[in-house]
């Protein structure tokens, strides 16, 4: 059942919306901006009552935030130099120009992958599909989209599954990191054994539902545009306007 | 008692809502408990918070008896997750071999108390759905754990096939607790019965009693066993058993 706000959306709004978000965020290089464009997103994250699952989403960046801000802060150094150290045989400097561009870059990820996290948690994989089949996308393209979007949660799943049966079964993995890839064996194994009976299961469901047939395939679901939608085409609109002329014309 | 759970909470972190809602329970020792309740009344989360899978957000789960944790076996809903080895026999041997228990003997009695010692040999993932349990069950049983904690034992299992579980059940002297949506399996394999509903515990007691009331399991969405709606329509009292209930209708027809 929808609840939230952000789930009651039509997909298309949503879609465009993110598009226009991933448009700007490669376009526009000033930090400003781009924080402007990543609270407009928590805005709508927020009145969505869906915080803690945009969060637990982006969480994958957690390792991949420090990582990037580092390499760009010593790679792209220039400008005033703030301080300066001796790394085995290099000078590592932390400068103005290093500084910015490794700020832009992560807002600039963060931006792309937050409003992508707001369209994954608010939108099922089957509206997903039904909204690029409407936007005249070839249905086995949006099928393939909608599939690999299920497909991720689904693999999640099992293999916590897997995880939990050999864990409550005695099994302990510590060690190094070779020992504790020896010891997932008996996870990896049933992982790959229940993917691949996945696989098959999915292609007998198609095969019985007749996925080769020719002909106009329709869809159970109805897409219909709200005044939320409306709204949010307004919003998208807006900002790409506005950034448009204060930058261009 | 062998485990108390103390205003025990908890909350799934891509989750904006409470699963399990303060929970207080006794378990007490040798008794089978089953936890029944709809889809989505947090069954499967209670189980793996009692099995240690997960941690509570907050509350205290206590073991009164025991200096140190006991261990606890947990058999997933879907038992062909797991497996991994040959033949059920390396797969019931995974777990003492993990605890560096001497196998041979353990695994030979469990397969032999679980009345599968004719698989042994077999593939695990070319057996019957029924006999699939049966083995989730002996490669849990197999680490010699003091409390056995099965999700859906009966998942996808026709009616003799619950039996085949249910009486296995019945012979294992020790812990159990199990989730059900079986209403009939409930009344007739458990002690006691646990009805949880959106998180949160709506009744704790002996299962005839609690099966017998209506209210509580139209309220948790819980279908009425068979057993209780014979007697109704009979207008007489619920039988403890199935056993006695047989009794009690060749009492009538003699």
Redesign the interface.
Same mark, same amino acid.
């Given at each position: 059942m929808k609840e939230s706000f952000l789930e009651k959306l039509d997909p298309r709004s949503k879609l465009f919306f993110s598009f226009i978000v991933v448009i700007l965020a490669i376009i526009i290089p000033e930090i400003e901006y781009l924080i402007i464009l990543i609270l407009l997103t928590l805005i709508l994250v927020v009145f969505g =009552?869906?915080i803690? =699952?945009w969060l637990? *989403?982006l969480s994958v960046f957690k390792i991949l935030i420090p990582l990037l801000f580092f390499l760009n802060l010593f790679f792209y150094a220039h400008g005033h130099v703030f301080y300066s150290f001796e790394f085995f045989f290099f000078t590592l400097a932390i400068t103005q120009g290093g500084l910015t561009t490794s700020v832009t870059i992560l807002l600039r990820l963060f931006s792309i992958a937050g409003v992508a996290a707001l369209f994954v948690i608010s939108t099922e994989p089957v509206e997903f599909e039904t909204a690029l089949a409407d936007l005249k996308f070839p249905w086995r393209l949006a099928f393939l989209f909608s599939l690999t979007l299920k497909l991720i949660p689904e693999m999640k799943t099992?293999y916590n /599954? &897997?995880e #939990?049966?050999?864990?409550? =079964?005695?099994?302990?993995i510590s060690g190094g990191p070779i020992r504790k890839t020896k010891k997932k064996?008996?996870?990896l &194994?049933?992982f790959l054994?229940?993917i691949i009976r996945y696989g098959y299961e999915l292609t007998e469901a198609l095969e019985a539902r007749d996925f080769d047939s020719i002909g106009e395939r329709t869809s159970l679901i109805e897409l219909n545009h709200g005044t939320s939608d409306i709204l949010l085409y307004f919003l998208s609109i807006s900002i790409f306007s506005v950034y448009i002329y204060m930058n261009f014309l | 008692m062998k485990m108390k759970l103390e205003d025990v909470d908890f909350t799934y %972190? %891509?989750? #904006?809502t409470k699963s399990i809602n303060d929970v207080d329970l006794y378990i007490n020792e040798g008794k089978k408990y089953a936890i029944i309740g709809r889809n989505g009344s947090g069954k499967t989360t209670l189980l /793996?918070i009692m099995?240690?899978?997960l941690e509570p957000g907050s509350g205290r789960i206590l073991f009164p008896e025991s200096n140190q944790k006991p261990e &606890? !076996? $947990?058999?997933? %809903?879907?038992p %062909?997750? !797991?497996?991994?080895e040959r033949t059920v026999k390396e797969e019931v041997t $995974?777990?003492?071999k993990?605890?560096g228990l001497d196998h041979e003997k353990i695994v030979e009695e469990t397969l032999k108390m679980v009345g599968i010692s004719h698989l042994k040999k077999k593939s695990p *993932?070319l057996l019957s759905s029924g006999q699939q349990r049966l083995v989730s069950i002996a490669?849990?049983l197999s !680490?010699l754990p003091e409390i056995l904690v099965l999700d859906e034992p009966t998942h996808s299992l026709h009616r003799k096939g619950e039996r085949m579980v249910g009486k296995v059940l019945n012979k294992l002297e020790r812990t159990i607790i199990f989730s059900t949506h079986s209403s009939d399996f409930a009344f007739e394999f458990a002690d006691e019965v646990i009805v949880l509903h959106e998180g949160h515990i709506l009744k704790v007691g002996k299962s005839r009693e609690v099966l017998s009331e209506i209210e509580t399991l139209k309220k948790a969405g819980i279908r009425i066993p068979g057993i209780v709606e014979w007697a109704r329509k009979n207008s007489i009292e619920v039988p403890s058993s199935l056993e006695e209930a047989v009794e009690m209708i060749k009492e009538v027809g003699d």
């Open positions: =009552r869906s803690k =699952r637990s *989403y099992r /599954k &897997i #939990e049966a050999q864990l409550s =079964r005695g099994l302990k064996v008996p996870m &194994i049933p054994a229940s | %972190e %891509e989750s #904006e /793996k099995a240690g899978l &606890i !076996g $947990f058999s997933p %809903e879907d %062909e997750l !797991g497996f991994f $995974f777990y003492p993990n605890l *993932y490669s849990v !680490g």
